[in-house]
């Protein structure tokens, strides 16, 4: 048998790397402008290839992307496209690509990747953990939705997809600055993953909609990106992809809006914040349904110490903690986490009695905020040596708002 390397996708290749895309996706060729689109996607991104002979039979791509993280963001490894070959299958091929992959980060400066999932049985194994979770949520449209909150009462205004960056994309940044989790966006990323012309998943969906609120000629204060089904008995569905807001009222009011579109008798909204709130406003909670909560964006940390001081920390905390990683051994061992009053981390190799063990997904787990460490201990997943100090962590990990991101890439 040959054996298989692992090195990079020339672009002479990308038709080759698309065409094993779909076979390994049971997708049928799509339309030349889908096909166009994940071309150009696939230009974007570092493209690992698992080689046997000149046959490709792996393929792994991973956008260069900068995720928000408390108090800041970090350089992180977008990974994306993961196909293998059938006849190529559990012969290690992903395993490859994935060493292939953290060899990368190490030398491209990344200390954090992150994937979506298609099955989540996958990539535990390499030390991925959900770091942000996410709430479908369904209302019933066929009465007013019914707030507790007053409306803002400012302008609404649907903008062209075109334009949409220059008029949300620093209310877009501005909400990213207080959740982690969330990739910054060039003009490439609105254009390919948040108002592509064509998708590609589903083809009864139009074109992403974009409504604001606020004043004209002033920034705007709130806007939804949404989706319509359309129904020959009027019972249309609005699937919200994403929505942000300066303030309840904004928020109210962008809710009122979509609940109030004529032909549809239902909102669709898959990824929501757990801590929305729409949750807390919502007058009939019979109404406004959870309907699903789900694993969102699955995250790793590929360098301990430069993931735990590239973010900052909500009260000061002094522990040591002996990370577990069987994956990547030289991220394991033991290190003192000191954060200051000004929220700023120090992280260094120590000799010292731990406080506690963790495992790098468990540390994953709490990093943007998410699961706390106490919370983990409960569950048997993380060893508390010292009295106090899972709580400790977790308090310090904590942030204002939950992580949350809606870039599926
Ligand atoms: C971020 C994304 O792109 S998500 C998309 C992932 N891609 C897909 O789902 C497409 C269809 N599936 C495939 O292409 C392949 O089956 C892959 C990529 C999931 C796995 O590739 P393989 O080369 O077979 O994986 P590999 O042989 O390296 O397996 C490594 C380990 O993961 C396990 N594993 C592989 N696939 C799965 C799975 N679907 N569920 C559970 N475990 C799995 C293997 O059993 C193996 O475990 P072991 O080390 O204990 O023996």
Redesign the pocket.
């Known amino acids: 048998m040959t054996a298989v390397e692992y090195r990079s996708i020339p672009e002479t290749h990308l038709d080759r790397a698309l065409d094993l895309h779909y076979l ?2 049971l997708a049928k060729e799509p339309e030349d402008d889908v096909r166009a689109l994940h071309r150009e996607i696939l230009q974007h991104c570092d493209r690992i290839g ?1 080689y046997e002979g000149d046959e490709l039979v ?1 393929l ?2 991973a956008h260069p992307l900068a995720l928000s993280v408390p108090g800041g963001e970090l350089p992180c490894a977008g ?8 006849t ?11 060493a292939e992959l953290w060899r990368r980060c190490a030398a491209g400066g990344q200390p954090l990747a992150a ?5 989540t ?3 535990g ?2 030390g991925f953990e959900p770091a942000t979770r996410s709430y479908t949520v369904e209302i019933d449209t066929d009465h007013p939705l019914v707030l507790r909150t007053e409306p803002d009462e400012r302008p609404l205004r649907l903008v062209a997809p075109a334009d949409a960056p220059a008029v949300i994309g620093a209310l877009h940044a501005a909400g990213r600055r207080e959740r982690g989790g969330r990739v910054a966006r060039d003009g490439f990323w609105w254009r390919t993953h948040v108002l592509p012309e064509e998708d590609g998943g589903n083809d009864d969906l139009t074109p992403v909609r974009v409504v604001t609120v606020g004043d004209p000629g002033a920034e705007p204060v709130g806007y939804a990106c949404y989706r319509t089904l359309g129904d020959d008995e009027g019972r249309g569905v609005v699937h919200v992809d994403e929505l942000e807001a300066a303030s309840p009222a904004v928020a109210a009011a962008l809710w009122r809006y979509l609940t109030s579109i004529d032909l549809a008798d239902k909102v669709r909204a898959w990824g929501r914040p757990l801590d929305d709130p729409l949750l807390r406003f919502a007058g009939d909670r019979d109404q406004v349904r959870i309907t699903q909560e789900f694993p969102a964006l699955w995250l790793r940390l590929v360098d301990v110490p430069a993931a735990l001081t590239g973010r900052t920390w909500a009260e000061p905390v002094d522990l040591v903690l002996e990370v577990t990683d069987v994956e990547l051994p030289a991220n394991a061992g033991r290190y003192r986490l000191t954060a200051g009053a000004d929220g700023s981390a120090r992280v260094e190799r120590t000799g010292d009695a731990p406080d506690l063990t963790i495992g790098v997904r468990e540390l994953t787990a709490g990093y943007l905020g998410d699961i706390g460490a106490a919370e983990l201990v409960r569950a048997g997943l993380v060893a508390e040596h010292t009295p106090g100090a899972a709580a400790r962590l977790e308090r310090a990990a904590r942030t204002k708002l939950l992580p949350h991101t809606v870039d599926e890439f």
């Open positions: 390994v996706f698992a792996g792994l791509a990974v994306t496209f993961v196909s293998v070959a059938p190529h299958r559990r012969r290690g091929v992903l395993s490859g690509m994935m994937l979506w999932v298609s099955e049985g996958i990539y194994r390499f």
